[in-house]
């Protein structure tokens, strides 16, 4: 061993032994706080920092991003229950335009895309099952797009088209949907507007046959069964409105007598929104006006000269031989029209 590690040993050695306790323990424990610094520096310099690859995925999507990612062995992280996934930042953007490009990204479900590999030897019933879940597919990942819905199911029955009109049934459906805010309801302008897309999107669906619930179990629209046209969403939400006001009035007469909060009111009130439509013309003939009147007046004059022929009994003759017949005449014209009276009215009633 070379002679100034020897001397240098000694000397620490010798500093040592001139320590007390309670020195050689600060020095100890300086000496293991730099050691860890050092290791967790090194640790820290040489780490991977993780980026957000995509989020708010669905259990589809998910999986075949890490299959992808597996494919090309890039680590990568899970978070939020498998709906965010993480990978390093220098891949992120790399990765995401690659998967993009793929077309590895089909949302919510099994849209249209299910056509895309036509196997030869389909039967008409699976082509038709293929085109329910389709389309069932395509209305879920339309649906999860509004502001208030996180996901959304869609179920669809379409029976058989029969060529007998009298044999014909209409399609329906339920939709379920999953809310960002579980205790909200969502805006009536959303419900109305899934109500009217799914209407329009599916041949001979009527809005009475359609039900919208969310995965609570609330209902959120569905058609009312005790009339033939159903129940509006107005009609609904003054419904609702009467019933609060009467079980408010409630609670307000009787929390004088057994104190408040020891009273609760539940009303439900039967509303009969059905009208009549009363359409009525009334004819009076004793008040008669005049509306239009045309009259004309033809006077004629001549003499007609019968020496070549026989005269006419109705003409007198003139002149020496009588030969000469004068000719006079008047004829008038008159037209009236009139108007009776009339009166319309249009008398729209509750039954």
């Known amino acids: 061993m070379p002679a100034f590690i020897t001397t240098f ?3 620490i050695k010798g500093l ?3 320590l007390n306790t309670l020195q050689r323990i600060a020095v100890a424990g300086g000496a293991v706080a730099v050691v860890a610094c050092v290791i967790g520096l090194s640790l820290w310099a040489g780490r991977v920092e993780y980026k957000v690859l995509y989020s708010n995925l669905g259990p589809e999507d998910a999986s075949s991003v890490i299959k992808a990612l597996q494919a090309d062995k890039i680590t990568y992280q899970l978070a939020d229950n498998g709906a965010t996934i993480l990978v390093p930042q220098e891949v992120v953007y790399d990765q995401r335009i690659k998967i993009a490009g793929e077309g590895g990204l089909v949302g919510q479900g099994i849209g ?3 056509f895309d590999k036509v196997k030869v030897g389909q039967t008409d019933f699976v082509q038709k099952i293929n085109y329910t879940r389709a389309l069932q597919g395509e209305l879920s990942r339309t649906i999860s797009e509004f502001p208030s819905v996180e996901s959304a199911r869609v179920h669809l029955v379409i029976p058989h088209r029969s060529l007998f009109v009298e044999e014909r049934q209409d399609p329906s459906a339920s939709v379920v949907l999953k809310l960002n805010k579980p205790s909200t309801k969502p805006d009536q302008k959303e419900i109305t507007a899934i109500l009217n897309m799914m209407v329009m999107a599916v041949e001979g669906l009527d809005k009475n046959h359609v039900s919208i619930t969310d995965n609570g179990g609330k209902v959120l629209y569905e058609p009312d069964e005790d009339t033939l046209a159903g129940i509006s969403t107005t009609q609904m939400e003054h419904r609702l409105t009467v019933q609060r006001n009467l079980e408010r009035r409630i609670e307000e ?13 539940k009303v439900n009130a039967d509303m009969d929104f059905s009208q009549k439509t009363i359409r009525r013309e009334i004819y009076d003939p004793e008040k008669t006006v005049v509306r239009s009147e045309q009259r004309s007046e033809e006077s004629q004059q001549g003499q007609a000269n019968l020496e070549a022929g026989a005269p006419d009994a109705n003409f007198r003759g003139d ?8 000719q006079n005449g008047t004829r008038e014209t008159r037209t009236t029209n009139y108007e009776i009276n009339k009166e319309e009215q249009q008398i729209i009633a509750n039954v």
Request: aromatic share 10%; charged share 15%.
């Open 9 to 11: 040993v000694d000397s």
């Open 112 to 114: 249209f895309e299910i």
């Open 16 to 18: 040592w032994g001139r």
């Open 319 to 326: 002149g020496i031989t009588g030969s000469v017949s004068n």
């Open 253 to 265: 007469l009787l929390q004088p007598i057994f104190g408040p909060g020891r009273v609760i009111a």
